[in-house]
């Protein structure tokens, strides 16, 4: 399956990453060959394999309900770039 | 053109946990700002998710609750997004296998029939902080404390046809949310929110309309009036020859209209992924046995009984056994007073009167449920009558006084000594001869006539029973 340029771009933008557009050319037949590759396992025959959503053989823990966390907003904040009344501020990200 | 509503429900609920789901932070409302958002919450790197127990109970309790297949085994999911009140850039849920799976609601309609609305699904998510555009120069401020909340998404199927059966779904999962204690479903405060998917078509259509998503409905009213809005916005496209655009709206409720959000650069893809970060959650038999034995009486179960146990109508059953707080207000007043019947009319009329003209919910009445069935016990043994009964009760208003002591203070009992009343009846008798004469005429509407004289003489204290009685058989002479 073969990625175009466009498709890089898009999906870096989701991911919010930038790739300019001479790398983006060779970002796209990179993962076209990864594609390739799930192309081809696409085709084993898995109708009688479960899913698997984790590759640990393992379920998992719990733990009770119980406020383990202290108030470290001073301590956190320290390496914000901006804070306001205990805010982090951010820009502006209302449409 | 006769058109039909097409309404599904999306309804989130802060399940009411001590503490995150995945972290052990606070999850206290109305705390100071990011007091209550730590590592994990923050997404520092290298803090890993560990599931709260708590959660996963009150979501198979819910799934009980509603009949619905128990997933036995749950997978979280990474929802991706970038949105500042979100640390992680994405949120935990539970995309093809949530905890709790397809089950049902029962509702009661207007018309007292009932309807069953299938859930499609309710799986467990993060909550986001919250923003705050205001005042910060530019800038929008950002309080995590609300980050990783749990909450519970119920879906509903889309088979609610109308408004006011959005609004009957909502409050009977509401009802059951607070009989179950999952949640304090405050929905001023954002425990319970609401978006609502609403399409309209031709009646007798078999394919669905276009639907539009309304979201930021904060109340039962909201839902009402926002979905009556879309639905006539959908309605004047279409006959207008337009056609209505899939697109997320929003409510104004102080416009009582519904607003397009700009539709986003790039649609939605949220490229979801199992959350490497967290197992496979596996529930046995043994654990769903466990939360069963611990669920309370459920409203339609305690609707029924209150029909058998106390030979309530469905109505007044069905008033009652709305909230876990009424029923149990209700039954500590039977058990003081003994008369189901009279307690249905006193809690159901007189007090929920006085808790809306107050605005107060039953947990806040000014008149407990002790005072409330000592009030009506003096009914039932005949110390005060029913109407007398109406001044106690406002005078227990503004008084610490018991019942009885207000009933002796001001000297309210019923007056039963059948020499008195003859005495009364008598002096009524002579006091209007004209209407004797026309009653014995055979005009008996004259009757209620002499009923309220004698009352008006003895101040409303005459036993009524009696009263009648003796009026009757003097009159007739």
Known sequence: MALEKSDVEKIAHLARLHIDATEAQEVASRISSILDLIDQMQSVETSNVAPLAHPFDAVQRLRPDVVTEKNEREYLQKIAPAVQDGLYLVPKVIE | MVWETVIGLEVHVQLDTKSKLFSGSSTTFGAEPNTQAGIYDLAMPGTLPVFNEAVLRMAVKFG????????????????????????????????????????????????????????????????????????????????????????LEIVSEPELRNAKEAVAYLKKLHAIILYLGISDGNMAQGSMRCDANVSVRQLGATEFGTRTEIKNINSFRFVEKAINHEVRRQIDIIEDGGRIIQETRLYDADKDETRSMRSKEVANDYRYFPEPDLLPVVIDEAYIEAVRAELPEL??????????????????????????????????????????????????????????????????????????????????????????????????????????????SQGLQQVTDSGAIEKLVDEVIAANPEQVAQFRAGKEKVFAFFIGQAMKVSKGKANPDQLNALLLQKLKG
């Open chain 2, 299 to 408: 409203p339609n179960a305690k609707r029924a009984r209150f029909v058998s146990q106390y030979g309530l109508s469905e109505y007044d059953a069905g008033v009652l056994s709305s909230s876990r707080e009424m029923a149990n207000f209700y039954e500590e007043v039977v058990n003081i007073c003994g008369d189901t019947k009279l307690s249905a009319n006193w809690v159901t009329v007189d007090l929920q009167g006085l808790l809306n003209k107050s605005d107060l919910e039953i947990s806040q009445s000014p008149v407990s449920a002790s005072r409330l069935g000592a009030l009506i016990g003096r009914i039932k043994d005949q110390t005060i009558s029913g109407k007398i009964a109406k001044a106690v009760f406002e005078a227990m208003l503004g008084s610490e006084q018991s019942v009885d002591e207000i009933i002796e």
């Open chain 2, 64 to 151: 009980l609750a509603i009949d619905a297949e128990i997933g036995r085994r749950s997978v979280f999911d990474r929802k991706n997004y970038f949105y500042p009140d979100l640390p992680k850039g994405y949120q935990v849920t539970q995309l093809a296998f949530p905890t709790v799976g397809k089950g049902s609601l029962q509702i009661t309609l207007e018309d007292g029939s009932e309807k069953v609305i299938g859930i499609t699904r309710a799986h467990i998510e993060e909550d986001a902080g919250k923003s705050l555009h205001e005042d910060f120069q530019g800038l929008t401020g950002i309080d995590l404390n609300r980050a990783g909340t749990a909450l």
